[in-house]
């Protein structure tokens, strides 16, 4: 009989999750199955094995990043085959006992990927451990290898009998039943006006948990009154809002320490340190704050720059320590509104990593902005509202197909405006003697073939920005135009 294939993977910056790992694999071994053991970063791939085993170590009450980039990139796979989750931690004897449950990091990927399983084997604490913490513990003699052999191959052999329990056959390919779990977001209906003017009319929306979503629009389109309307700040004057479940502006006391929230205006106390600044949102938020340090050290915001007062603060600066009070509690729902603002491109790159591995993670991110590429990079769909209507909600990749592509061309004969026949349907601007078009994806090599018959000099053909491509794409159509 051919060996059922088990791949262990695991997310470590020193030994400890990975000699777990091992050691799991030898066990699985003896039993009968052909096991892999790789560290998270090299895998690419888990097609090709029938159960996977992913672990990491704890740091914070969180998995390492390595092990939640690698859930991410393989969520579609896993749904297909049995996963069971290990941790390395904690950093003492208590990881011997049976009363520790998946810490937040570690059970949100757990649910996320619908493991069947999780297990903390101890951890080890050693001059090689990364951290000031770990370091000074080292130096007071509180170090060690607290990880039991014995239970981390009592854990392997549980594994084993599952699997044994089924056939490749079963495993393989199968999905996992799960239940469909509540919107993290739902919004029915949702008006509010200011006196007479509308801010938001009639809007509906839902959100799945576990979605990272993107909220499209120019500014002025309504997104910031939504998103108010969401986390409690406003009421509505219509309409029903529930974030997790729950009304945001009665259950307001109940939502906060679950949701954390980035304004698109950042206004903080100007005489308050950065370090004050987090724990005075935090008592706000009324929640531990178990990835402060780590989110500091990741975006750039060492403890000498904590120590200054906000006024000191530059645009990005500011924009850091926003993202670092929006998650450092670790919310289950996230709300951004133009999270990138002033961020320099180091500093996005490590914004665009932290959404991974939420999405990894199994929570729930709202993502408002006007730039669309960065809503194209990270989010599954996407809804657009404009004039405070809902335009549409669409997958990303549709989106991509819909978005109108931008043909500037600067003719030679010095002529200025012209009759462009067919494409003056395409909202032709024109500028001396170059003009710009805006023609929907399907029409653009129809649109070529007639415009290079004219005297041009030179083209260029780009996607359109967002107002210029989807105010346009989405108005309605006037009957004459071309489709």
């Given at each position: 009989m051919k060996k059922q294939k088990i791949l262990l993977a695991y997310g470590s910056k020193h030994g400890t999750t990975g000699g777990i790992a091992e050691e799991i694999g030898r066990t699985l071994e003896q039993d009968g199955f052909d096991a892999e053991v790789r560290p998270a970063s090299a895998v690419q791939d888990v097609t090709g094995?029938?159960?996977?085993?992913?672990?990491?170590?704890?740091h914070a009450g969180h998995w390492q990043r390595e092990a939640l980039r690698?859930?991410?990139?393989?969520?579609?796979?896993?749904?297909?085959?049995?996963?069971r989750l290990f941790s390395s931690g904690q950093v003492d004897g208590s990881a011997e006992q049976h009363e520790i449950p998946p810490v937040p990091g570690a059970a949100g990927t757990m649910a996320h990927l619908r493991a069947r399983g999780h297990a903390?084997?101890?951890g080890s604490l050693t001059s090689e451990t990364a951290g000031r913490i770990a370091r000074t513990m080292v130096k007071h003699g509180k170090g060690g290898d607290f990880r039991n052999p014995e239970r981390i191959r009592t854990g392997a052999h549980e594994i084993g009998s599952e699997l044994r329990s089924q056939g490749p056959e079963q495993v393989r390919g199968s999905v996992r039943p799960v239940p469909t779990p509540e919107p993290a977001i739902e919004i029915t209906s949702l008006?509010?006006?200011?006196g007479p003017t509308v801010g938001v009319e009639r809007l509906d929306l839902t959100v799945a948990a576990g979605e990272v979503f993107g909220f499209l629009g120019p500014?002025?389109?309504?997104?910031?009154?939504?998103?108010?309307?969401?986390i409690g700040l406003l009421r509505p004057t219509e309409g029903r809002v529930r974030a997790l479940g729950l009304d945001p502006v009665a259950d307001h006391r109940r939502l906060a320490p679950a949701l954390g929230y980035l304004p698109g205006e950042l206004r903080l106390h100007p005489e308050l340190t950065g370090h004050r600044s987090l724990r005075l949102l935090a008592d706000l938020q009324g929640a531990p704050t178990p990835r402060r340090a780590e989110l500091c050290e990741r975006l750039a915001l060492p403890d000498s720059d904590l120590r200054r007062t906000v006024q000191e603060y530059s645009r990005g600066m500011k924009q850091k320590l926003g993202l670092v009070q929006a998650l450092q509690h670790d919310p289950d729902l996230v709300v951004l509104d133009e999270p990138t603002e002033g961020l320099d491109p180091l500093v996005q790159e490590t914004f665009f990593e932290l959404l991974a591995e939420a999405r990894a993670a199994g929570r729930t991110v709202l993502l408002s902005s006007h730039v669309l590429p960065e809503v194209q990079r990270t989010c599954g769909r996407v809804a657009i509202i404009r004039d405070g209507k809902l335009v549409t909600v669409e997958s990303v990749a549709a989106l991509r197909e819909a978005r109108a592509r931008k043909i500037r061309l600067t003719f030679t004969d010095g002529r200025g405006r012209r009759s462009l026949g067919e494409a003056e349907h395409w909202a032709p601007?024109?500028?001396g003697d170059q003009v710009e078009l805006l023609v929907p994806?399907?029409?653009v090599v129809d649109a070529l073939r007639g415009l290079l018959a004219l005297p041009v000099a030179d083209l260029a053909v780009e996607e359109a920005g967002l107002e210029e491509a989807f105010l346009d794409l989405y108005r309605h159509a006037d009957p004459g135009s071309p489709p």
């Open positions: 094995f029938d159960a996977v085993v992913p672990g990491s170590s704890l690698c859930a991410g990139r393989n969520a579609d796979a896993l749904a297909h085959r049995p996963v903390t084997f101890g008006t509010k006006r200011y500014n002025g389109a309504g997104k910031t009154t939504t998103l108010r309307c969401l601007r024109w500028n994806p399907r029409r």
